[in-house]
Nanobody, 124 residues
């Protein structure tokens, strides 16, 4: 069983930065692909970024490319999302997710485990 716990959310002014963390537990989670998704009020949950089990592949939604960076510390079983130049439209609950296989990394239905979410608010 894999458990995911997000932290690092908060409120910032537009243009500011936040770093989200996702601590994972489980014997084989280090090999899992990890993703970040977000859900704004009244909208569907959407893909933000993903990183493969070996850390070699990193993928981003077009809306966050150049501003967000996903990374992982395999030894600590932690995945990070560095968010710079935040915009009001980035305001959402951010979820960490894990999956055994690296295919369909942008498809939330393909993920096996989810965290509880952390709120990010960027105000103008």
């Amino acid at each position: 069983q894999v458990q995911l716990v997000e932290s690092g959310g908060g409120s910032v002014q537009a243009g500011g930065s936040l770093r989200l963390s996702c601590a994972a537990s489980g014997p084989t989670v280090g090999s899992y692909a990890m993703g970040w998704f977000r859900q704004a009020p009244g909208k569907e949950r959407e893909f933000v970024a993903a990183i493969l089990g070996n850390g070699a592949g990193r993928y981003y939604a077009d809306s966050v490319k150049g501003r967000f960076t996903i990374s992982r510390d395999s030894a600590k079983k932690t995945v990070f999302l560095q968010m710079n130049s935040l915009k009001p439209e980035d305001t959402a609950v951010y979820y960490c997710a894990a999956k055994r296989y690296s295919t369909d990394y942008a498809e939330q239905k393909s993920y096996d485990y989810w965290g509880q979410g952390t709120q990010v608010t960027a105000s103008s």
